[in-house]
């Protein structure tokens, strides 16, 4: 059968673009489909503008405790309009890379508008059918906003718009204390909000390990952000300016009063309109396309990637799946996914960086597995940096191979690239002795735990041996 093109992919976001860049690049014939902007969701609403507006939120924090370094510096003034123009300009300055021209210029065809499948080899944008051998789904995700009583009518921000915002909120009221609402909540706090974080779960960073949640929630108690957690938002009600919010926390009810509402309750995979029941894929429990370990779905030639998907939504996840997709979708030899050295960063201050397994999953999975902690007070630089609230954590099976790593400090993010290659390489928690560290750099808190874990290793009989023989 004659087709069209080799590969139709469907979203021009994160997993999108690569799968089309990637494809086209080995020769493949490809249409990409966009319905909104090139770039999805990373580019437009989420990691560039957010790691934008935090930029200046943790500089605002920084400036504010200057007098620490012996600095007095007033507060800052926060020109919210320049503030969210720099983090359009950031967005402009990137676009380029993400462009239809571009894309075109890489031989890629950019169609716009939404696709919709009529066969499994047929996608309609607009009336105009298209054809493939394959056809790739990486429609990404979109804020989810659940049936919250009064929510429909009242005024209330996602990560879609808010960083359009003209001027400061005087109390912004966060539902939500994952991820993206501790985020750009603590990020609001630092310019000076009164916030107000709610969450139904009674403690926060649920998906790192156990030692985080804690420090995270005193670090947010110091900012002055207000935690609601363990409460269920029942009504939210007011108009521009003046949102209440009840909770209900152990059948009591209180109301939250605040100015502006930021709805952050996680992501909703996007798959309305797409046409999945035309060629019978299936969605699961959490509204992700269904795939195997190869990311086919049902429909053999039919492959989805990134956060419609899942099961992580960040961008080096739909990145790294677009190439898994590219892979079984042109060669005869098929690879599968592995999710054993997945990085992920909480961009808060301090960050929350984590690869590998985490310590729940450790106890699961790798019996007699060993766990090395030292506090970033422990560091010289961090010292010099004031930069000691935070850990470096690394998981290690019997023999010593490092499987996670959780990090928390202010570089944690950059400083997680070094466990993220051990855990990918399988090296030894006895690799980092080998290394000659530049002192005084926070990095060398890796020698530190290396040294730790050869302490540890060193048995009573082993000392004696060594004095017997040579220390007479
Ligand atoms: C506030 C925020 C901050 C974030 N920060 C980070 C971060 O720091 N690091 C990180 O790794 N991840 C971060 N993420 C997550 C990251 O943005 C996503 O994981 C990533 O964008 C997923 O890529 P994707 O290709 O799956 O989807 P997207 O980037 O959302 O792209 C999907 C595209 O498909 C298009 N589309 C949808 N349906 C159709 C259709 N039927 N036809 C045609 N086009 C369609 C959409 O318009 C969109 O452009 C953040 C997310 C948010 C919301």
């Not at 402009?92 to 890629?108: A, Q």
């Not at 996608?123 to 919250?148: C, E, H, M, Q, Y």
Request: proline share 5%; glycine share 12%.
């Amino acid at each position: 059968m004659n087709y069209d093109y080799h590969i139709i992919v469907i979203g021009a976001g994160s997993g999108g673009l690569v799968v089309a860049s990637g494809a086209a690049g080995l020769g493949a014939k490809v249409a990409l489909i966009e319905g909104d902007k090139m770039g999805g969701d990373c580019l437009n609403a989420g990691c560039v503008p957010s790691k934008t507006f935090l930029k200046s939120a943790h500089l605002a924090d920084a400036i504010d405790r200057g007098k620490m370094f012996g600095l007095e510096v007033p507060s800052p003034v926060v020109h919210m309009d320049q503030l969210m123009g720099r983090v359009a300009d950031v967005i402009k300055s990137i676009e380029p890379h993400d462009s239809k021209e571009r894309y075109e210029g890489l031989g890629v065809t950019v169609i716009e508008g939404y696709g919709s499948f009529v066969d499994a080899h047929t996608v309609d944008v607009g009336g105009k059918r298209l054809t493939a051998k394959t056809v790739v789904i990486s429609t990404g995700s979109n804020p989810f906003v659940p049936p919250i009583k009064g929510l429909d009518s009242v005024p209330y921000y996602t990560n879609k718009n808010i960083f359009q915002l003209k001027s400061l909120p005087k109390h912004l009221i966060v539902l939500g204390a994952g991820p993206i609402g501790s985020e750009l909540g603590q990020g609001f706090k630092h310019l000076g909000s009164e916030v107000t974080m709610i969450d139904k779960s009674p403690g926060i960073f649920g998906r790192d390990d156990e030692e985080v949640g804690p420090l995270m929630l005193q670090q947010f108690f110091l900012d002055g952000i207000t935690m609601e957690l363990g409460a269920t938002v029942v009504e939210v009600r007011g108009s521009e300016g003046q949102i209440e919010v009840d909770i209900k926390r152990e059948d009591r009810i209180c109301t939250i009063k605040g100015d502006s509402l930021l709805v952050a309750l996680g992501r909703k995979p996007n798959t309305e309109g797409l046409g999945l029941d035309q060629v019978g894929i299936k969605t699961g429990p959490r509204g992700h396309v269904m795939t195997n370990d190869r990311l086919q779905t049902v429909v053999p030639n039919i492959y989805a990637c990134g956060d419609v998907t899942g099961p992580y939504a960040f961008t080096h996840m739909a990145g790294y799946q677009a190439g898994i997709v590219i892979q079984n979708a042109i060669f005869p030899v098929k690879k599968k996914v592995d999710y054993r050295a997945i990085p992920w960063v909480t961009y808060t201050k301090p960050e929350v960086a984590h690869v590998g397994l985490t310590e729940k999953q450790a106890k699961e999975k790798v019996p007699g597995y060993k766990k090395y902690i030292v506090n970033m007070e422990a560091n010289d630089r961090a010292k010099a940096e004031g930069d000691v609230d935070g850990f470096l954590k690394i998981l290690v099976d019997k023999k010593g191979i490092i499987i996670g790593t959780t990090m928390v400090g202010e570089k944690a993010g950059e400083q997680i690239g070094l466990a993220n290659l051990a855990v990918v390489k399988r090296l030894k928690i006895s690799a980092f002795m080998s290394m000659i560290m530049p002192y005084p750099t926070e990095l060398d808190i890796y020698k530190t735990v290396g040294l730790q874990a050869l302490k540890e290793s060193f048995k009573p009989w082993q000392k004696n041996l060594v004095k017997k023989l040579f220390l007479k």
